[in-house]
């Protein structure tokens, strides 16, 4: 599983600590977000359950995995532009991957930004299976779930 934009690692810790098999490599840009999530994921890194690497989304091809599940919390990138990120997930990604993008909007204001701007990324770098997940009951929190289907979906 890959987590992006993982922050203080809180996601990556409580994922790897349910593990049975496979493991968690978390990624970040910032240095001190990195910091703070290694040092919750000590154990699990010990353990190999749980990576975190200081990666940008651009270097993600340097990890060279073939990962089946992603997961973004809060990682603007997804739903700000349309961006041509095709060539990244070819590079990581098995055909058939699932991908979680999970939002939560500030206090009054509506959740319909970043789910229409989550689908539009997901169309333009083909995931496929696009579907809303339970919402909050305040409207708050929009999570988004699709499938990378890579050469298979026309890429």
């Known amino acids: 599983m890959l987590e992006i934009g993982c922050g203080r690692g809180v996601a990556a810790n409580l994922i790897g600590a349910h593990l049975t098999t ?14 703070a999530a290694s040092l919750i994921n000590e154990q699990a890194a010990a353990e190999g359950r749980v990576t975190i690497l200081k990666l940008s989304f651009e270097e993600l091809a340097l990890v060279r995995g073939q990962f089946d599940r ?7 990138r997804f739903w700000q532009a349309a961006a041509d990120d095709r060539s990244v997930w070819r590079s990581i990604l098995r055909v058939g991957a699932r991908m979680v993008l999970v939002f939560e909007t500030p206090p009054g204001t509506s959740a319909v930004r970043e789910r229409v701007g989550g689908t539009r990324y997901l169309e333009a770098n083909g995931f496929s299976d696009i579907r809303l997940a339970q919402p909050t009951p305040e409207g708050r929190l929009v999570g988004l779930v699709a499938t990378w289907r890579g050469a298979a979906g026309g890429i």
């Open 22 to 35: 496979g493991s968690v490599t978390a990624i970040d840009r910032s240095e001190a977000a990195i910091a």
């Open 70 to 76: 992603v997961v973004a919390v809060n990682v603007n």
